[in-house]
């Protein structure tokens, strides 16, 4: 059996799979997330280990003992601040964080190469931005800083005592070079740091340490090694199978994504479209990034007092696609790709007298789902084919939802039984891959086919002009 941990933005979500990738067992625990000023976006990093050992615990006590290796999945770009006693100096700034866009600025004018070497544009959730903004508002934090790890990490320190951060995950920091999978000096000497005020880089599926042993018996399992693992999505990519070059996903969680597997680097920034490397050694990937996906559904539920998602998708499906003027523009954290954006705010257009909650509900759907298209649109122009995407993500249970993506994105969307479960069931094919060995072809197996769905050429024609509508919409709101 195998452990896979994933570190999420709402929640932590535990997961044990056996050998042929089969669960035998998951449990989540709640986070939430604080948002003390406007585009500030945190969480207490002792959360995150509450909320581990919460799931970890929700576990049968006969699976726990079965575990023979962990892997770690985890929300991508929190800057963890540590002191020299290796506790956190603040709360964590999360990826959704927007309040450092003028330290982007001030990154790009001192690092020209920035882009050549990191592979990505500086952008608000990066974890550079934010040691910046650190540095220029709370001096004495950043000075006291002894070590920079992100979310997952701190985690992975609590329970070996390593300090490591495999490629996937640290790619999003915008120190790492991205083709060389290391460390760079001069884009840590930006921002005032060092090489040693960082983890060690590793490769998702190398062995970081063991699980401390009075975790171990607080967990009622042995001393088993941990794996590097991976940021969210390439761990979620892993778990499906999206391990070869020109593999696709689109993940639909609390962010939208879009990921392409590639054997090697290939980087588009002035599109913000996202280049990183893949948790798989030797491959990198591609991502199209929308800030507010699912999340945009549990946001318009408490809007028109539904009781949650499936009652949302239940009023829009009322209203069907395309029938009412209303557009929805999905920018509740801001936006990435295309626009790289983080101060733009969402918002409704086109709202009269005879607008519903049911057809606000199908506006959202829409609007997510033309966000989303945006992102394929881009890719394409980068050369990259997009045909076919693997979805996970909780935002994959509905299949109505499902009918309009598909003719907004035009890609045929393949749902797979098991792939809500995302990140943590690749942290735990990482751990496998850590401990018997073997290739990610082998272990990293896409799971059954549930169901297809291609896009539908009437509905593809019904929604073309709100598309349209909805890129227009963009420049007459940007702040």
């Known amino acids: 059996m195998f452990l896979g941990i994933d570190i999420g933005t ?28 406007p585009l500030w976006s945190e969480q207490d990093p002792d959360a995150w280990w509450q909320a581990t050992d919460a799931a970890v615990r929700a576990l049968p006590a006969d699976v726990r003992r079965a575990v023979r290796g962990i892997g770690i ?51 608000p959730g990066f974890t550079a931005p934010k040691l910046l903004w650190v540095r220029h508002h709370e001096p004495d934090t950043f000075a006291a800083i002894r070590t920079v790890l992100l979310p997952k990490d701190h985690v992975r320190l609590l329970m070996t005592g390593e300090k490591a951060s495999d490629v996937s995950d640290a790619a999003g920091t915008l120190w790492l070079d991205v083709a060389k999978r290391d460390w760079s000096d001069n884009l840590l000497a930006a921002t005032g740091l060092t090489r040693d005020q960082m983890p060690r880089a590793v490769e998702g599926s190398d062995v970081t340490g063991t699980l401390r042993r009075e975790i171990a018996d607080s967990w009622g399992m042995d001393a088993v090694p941990v794996a590097g693992g991976g940021g969210d999505n390439a761990a979620g990519a892993a778990g499906i199978g999206v391990v070869r070059d020109g593999d696709a996903l689109l993940s639909l969680g609390t962010s939208g994504v879009i990921f392409v597997a590639t054997d090697t680097l290939r980087a588009n920034p002035a599109a913000a479209v996202h280049a990183f490397c893949h948790c798989i050694p030797g491959m990198w990937h591609q991502m199209a990034v929308h800030l507010s996906a699912a999340v945009c559904v549990d946001w318009v539920a408490r809007l028109i007092g539904a009781p949650g998602a499936a009652d949302v998708f ?137 169901h297809i769905i291609t896009p539908e050429s009437s509905l593809v024609d019904r929604l073309a002009p709100k598309r349209a509508a909805f890129r227009a919409a963009y420049p007459r709101i940007k702040p």
């Open 73 to 123: 999945a985890g929300q991508m770009h929190g800057a963890t601040l540590l002191g020299a006693d290796d506790r956190p100096l603040r709360p964590a700034i999360l990826w959704n964080d927007g309040r450092s866009f003028a330290e982007c600025e001030e990154l790009e004018r001192a690092v020209p190469t920035l882009r050549d070497t990191a592979a990505n544009i500086a952008m």
């Open 314 to 450: 239940a009023r829009a499906e009322q209203a069907g696609p395309g029938n009412g003027p209303e557009l929805f523009l999905p920018y509740l954290s801001g936006e990435r790709t295309p626009h790289n954006n983080a101060q733009v705010r969402g918002g409704f257009l086109h709202l009269d007298h005879d607008t519903t909650p049911e057809r606000l509900a199908q506006a959202v759907l829409e609007g997510v789902a033309f966000a989303l298209a945006d992102g394929v649109r881009v890719l394409r122009e980068s050369g990259t084919k997009v045909e076919r995407l693997s979805v996970i993500g909780g935002g994959a249970r509905s299949r109505y939802w499902g009918e309009t993506l598909a003719a907004a994105l035009e890609v045929e969307l393949a749902y797979l039984k098991g792939g809500e479960v995302g990140p943590a069931m690749g942290a735990a094919r990482l751990a496998q891959l850590a401990v018997d060995g073997g290739t990610p072809a082998e272990v990293c197996v896409a799971p059954p086919v549930s």
């Open 10 to 37: 709402s929640g932590v979500k535990a997961v044990v799979i056996d050998r042929d990738g089969a669960i035998a067992a998951q449990a989540t625990a709640a986070l939430t997330v604080q948002r003390p000023h």
